[in-house]
């Protein structure tokens, strides 16, 4: 339970807390958004359903043969409702985006992407320096795609209030050796930040290279923590009005949806894209694994279907992200902010800045695993040693709560120590 007070300790005080607070050998671990085991067991049935009887699709392929790149059919209708996109421009992969978003830049590095609308023209990324910018904060594992294929990162940080600086994007577009933008549209990771319809439309709009591709990983499309249920931003139909059609690049995925890692992917893009990654993925692989989407078509069944198995998620999630809300709220008033997301999986906490590396190492030597301090900014590299990403979706509630207690003794005990110095 959270016992706290925001009336300012001695440093002698905190320190005996943190003493107090490692003597209980806690082990808790707040540094991946995972689903809980309740999560979990909320497609629990996807492990039972009979296919050995029922295998075919649709469309009449029998799933549990070679064959069928795009996808199943009905995967894509599901989710080319919920995302916005045309069956024809989604396809339905394998278990995880992560691996077509490096495959996608793989391809654009040794090959180059379509070019200007009109021309068919491409030039592989990999014959100069590439660009991509960067929102920051942001996923990290974004970061680590670009940095291990040797793409420079550039910082990008957000406005106050979440939204991006458009006008630092336009002056940065204007390199033209910038060739890409990680972006996650809805919920940020990890600061939740929200794209609006008018900044969808700039992104597609501004000048730039004519093969700059913005990553619209619209992981966290479904995964609302309030009863507004924001839809999909169309930029994909934005961008072809904008004369842009090609500068979209969407990925999503079942994997907090049904079970992490062992889900289907999706890939979204104009009709050149679309025929750019078919012929790249076709020399890739015969086919995704089509037993498992036939198993996520029949567990999901349709749009809606997905929507009411959100909700549940949801059920299990908000009470776990009020808990986060309630005990910052009681022990960092006038110490930290943090962020109070509608969707997703994460809660950014700024800490006093010039702190957050000593508090999570703090944090760790207590029990209390935290994502490392810097990892949502490209390089590692947090120019104010402040933010901390609290990922509250694993833990038991009871767990969180002594998780997010511990970890806000840690963050005061850093800020007194650096005053002291
Ligand atoms: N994109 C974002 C923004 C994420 O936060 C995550 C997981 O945390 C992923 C992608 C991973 O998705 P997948 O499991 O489909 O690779």
């Known amino acids: 339970m959270a016992t706290g007070t925001t009336a300012p300790a001695s440093l002698s005080e905190l320190q005996s807390s943190y003493d107090a607070l490692t003597a209980r050998g806690l082990k808790l671990d707040l540094t991946r958004g995972k689903p809980s085991l309740a999560q979990l067991d909320l497609s629990g049935a996807l ?44 396809l339905a992969l394998g278990n995880a985006s992560l691996n077509v978003m490096h495959d996608v830049i793989v391809h654009a590095l040794l090959h180059g992407v379509p070019g200007t609308a009109g021309s068919d ?10 660009a991509f910018l960067c929102p920051s904060p942001g996923y990290d594992r974004h970061f680590a795609i670009t940095e291990h294929l040797g793409i420079r990162m550039i910082p990008l940080p957000y406005l106050d209030g979440g939204r991006l600086d458009l006008v630092a994007i336009a002056e940065h577009l204007k390199d033209p050796s910038v060739r890409g933008m990680w ?44 009863s507004d249920e924001k839809p999909a931003i169309d930029v994909l139909g934005l961008a072809a009005a904008a004369g842009t059609p090609d500068r979209p690049l ?21 009709p050149a894209n679309i025929a750019w990654y078919r012929l790249h993925a076709s020399v890739q692989t015969i086919g995704p694994d089509k037993v498992n989407q036939l198993r996520h078509a029949r567990f999901l069944e349709s749009a809606d279907g997905v929507r009411a198995h959100m909700r549940k ?40 800045h010039g702190t957050a590396t000593r508090a999570v190492e703090l944090a760790k030597a207590a029990g209390i695993a935290v994502t490392p301090a810097g990892a949502a900014f490209p390089y590692s590299e947090d120019p104010d040693d402040a933010l901390i990403r609290i ?27 650096a005053a002291e110095k």
């Open 313 to 352: 998620h949801r059920e299990l999630l908000a009470p776990k992200f009020a808990t986060v809300e309630r005990i910052l709220a009681e022990r960092l008033t006038g110490h930290a902010t943090w962020t109070t997301p509608l969707g997703g999986y994460f809660v950014t906490l700024t800490a006093p």
């Open 183 to 226: 972006l996650v549209p809805l919920y940020a990771n990890p600061g939740g930040q929200i794209v609006t319809v008018e900044e969808a439309q700039a992104l597609v709009s501004l000048p730039a290279a004519p093969d700059f591709r913005i990553f619209w990983d619209n992981a966290y499309a479904v995964h609302h923590l309030t």
């Open 391 to 417: 990922a509250p979706s694993f833990p038991s509630l009871d767990d969180l709560e002594a998780a997010i207690d511990g970890l806000c003794s840690c963050v005061l005990l850093a800020e007194a120590d």
């Open 47 to 90: 492990l039972d359903l009979p296919l050995s009887v029922e295998h075919t699709a649709a469309d009449g392929t029998d799933v549990r043969n070679y064959g069928g790149s795009d996808g199943l059919p009905e995967m894509r209708a599901i989710f080319g409702d919920l995302l916005g996109i045309p069956v024809e421009q989604l």
């Open 121 to 130: 023209k491409t030039i592989p990324w990999r014959d100069e320096q590439i």
């Open 250 to 270: 969407v990925f999503a995925s079942t994997s907090k949806i049904t079970q992490a890692g062992a889900g289907v992917s999706f890939f979204g893009a104009s």
